[in-house]
């Protein structure tokens, strides 16, 4: 039974839990670095719908983002809507949710709160707002009335560490980020939630170096999350035009959205477009492709040119070499060398629904050419292996089972084949020569 949110007003909430604490002698865990000391909250009993879920909580931020992008909902929903019943309810829909999800050995909040209730004050201000704790609360209040309408007493309450009446919003940031620092919480945020609370740290006019000791992390880590961030939401917002859309990047998007900045560095600004296309392209076609992600970054980074080289010549694109720039204008481009490659034909291709399907067929496969060929460097039999790989496929098709609406891009193909084995066999025909000549000259 999904638990009904029913906020009760700031005034009310604020004049129980002062009362509440001017008869406590109990206090909660010590909150360190706070007011360049250390404090000990008192903890306070109230009643179950008293506290308020805090909007700001970066654990569900990726969550908020995507209510708002999928339900059209105002950018501010979740920001102004912290006093307002509808909003807790849809944000306690959300912690309900992340309260009851568990993998392998980590065993859902939920199921640990049923078994042995609650054993940790949660922390909230002094208005009943939830600094830290908002899951377990979400969690107990799921469990305080089950299917059959009978109510848990152990649920009926909830204890409350309360922070200082005078506790700023940037304290609060600073607690959260304090908590996240401890490696037992640190697996509870989704890597977006890292990423923005590092960011809401850099905000506050502190230096990488400054955010990365306060969360006990390297500069280098905090640098590498806020890029990893930066390049998801350029992918959200010019490649699949779904800015703040974080569930599609916030599972498996870590990894390649941190590797960008590194592979496409020092590039010529064309050649950064097209490696983010190559990348973006690779990443939301993940599921296509044999092994991780992270297998094909060099095509993205040192073999980028080779892989558009190659794809070039698969599409039938005009030449891409040495013609004025025209690139398709992403928010992140800058002004272009006329003398620089023109990759848009290609990038086009890999954006438009029409050809979309087709072309990031033919990059993954440039992808997987290119780098075994990079490898041929160390293997004189890689050439070989690829026209074996080849031929066999090329064995394999069966023209008579080819639907008749695909045989002329199907002549189209046949034709680019017959070029490139064209240029194959000339190069290996000079090989020949070189060697014949290089033979003669020794005799």
Same mark, same amino acid.
Request: aromatic share 2%; glycine share 8%.
């Given at each position: 039974m999904t638990y009904d949110i029913k906020i009760l007003p700031r005034s009310e909430r604020e004049t129980l839990i002062a009362k509440r604490m001017s008869t406590s002698d109990e206090f909660g865990e010590t909150i360190y670095d706070f007011r360049s000391g250390s404090h000990s909250p008192k903890v306070v009993s109230v009643p179950i719908d008293l506290p308020v879920y805090r909007m700001e909580n970066c654990r569900t931020f990726s969550a908020q983002q995507s209510e708002i992008a &999928? /339900? *059209?909902l105002e950018k501010d929903f979740f920001a102004k809507g912290q006093e307002l019943s509808t909003v807790q309810q849809v944000q306690h829909n959300i912690l309900a949710k992340l309260a009851k999800q568990g993998s392998g050995s =980590? &065993? @859902? %909040? %939920?199921? %640990? $709160?049923?078994?042995? *209730? #609650?054993?940790?004050s949660i922390l909230i201000s002094s208005t009943g707002v939830v600094v830290n704790g908002n899951r377990r609360l979400a969690a107990m209040r799921e469990l305080v009335r089950s299917s059959n309408g009978a109510v848990d007493d152990r649920f009926t309450h909830v204890k409350c560490a309360v922070l200082p009446a005078d506790t700023t919003r940037d304290e609060i940031d600073d607690i959260e980020a304090d908590l996240q620092a401890r490696p037992q919480t640190k697996l509870d945020y989704d890597w977006i939630g890292d990423a923005r609370l590092v960011r809401r740290q850099v905000g506050k006019d502190r230096t990488p170096k400054e955010v990365a000791d306060r969360l006990r992390r390297s500069k280098a880590d905090i640098e590498n999350v806020l890029q990893a961030l930066d390049e998801a939401d350029l992918y959200l917002s010019e490649w699949v035009e779904k800015p703040g859309q974080y569930d599609l990047v916030a599972g498996e998007g870590q990894q390649i959205f941190g590797d960008i900045p590194k592979n496409t560095a020092n590039k010529e600004p064309g050649l950064v477009n097209a490696s983010r296309a190559i990348a973006w392209s690779l990443f939301e076609s993940r599921n296509r492709i044999t092994g991780r992600v992270y297998n094909l970054? +060099? +095509?993205?980074?040192? $073999?980028? @040119? #080779? =892989? $558009?080289? %190659?794809?070039? /010549? #698969? $599409?039938?694109?005009?030449d891409i070499s040495d013609q004025e720039t025209d690139d398709i204008e992403f928010a992140f481009e800058i002004d272009e060398d006329n003398a620089e490659k023109n990759y848009s034909p290609i990038i086009e291709a890999l954006r438009n629904e029409e050809t979309k399907d087709d072309a990031v067929t033919v990059l993954i496969e440039a992808c997987e050419t290119a780098i075994e060929l990079d490898k041929g460097q160390r293997n004189e039999k890689a050439a070989l292996k690829a026209l074996s790989q080849a031929n066999a496929k090329l064995t394999g098709i069966d023209v008579g089972s080819a639907g008749l609406s695909t045989l002329p891009a199907m002549l189209k193909q046949v034709q680019s084949i017959r070029n490139i084995l064209s240029k194959i066999e000339e190069n290996v025909q000079k090989r020949q020569t070189e060697k014949s000549n290089n033979s003669s000259t020794k005799e």
């Open positions: &999928t /339900d *059209g =980590v &065993t @859902p %909040i %939920i199921s %640990i $709160l049923e078994k042995d *209730g #609650q054993r940790e970054n +060099a +095509a993205f980074g040192k $073999l980028a @040119p #080779q =892989v $558009l080289d %190659i794809m070039s /010549d #698969q $599409l039938e694109l005009d």
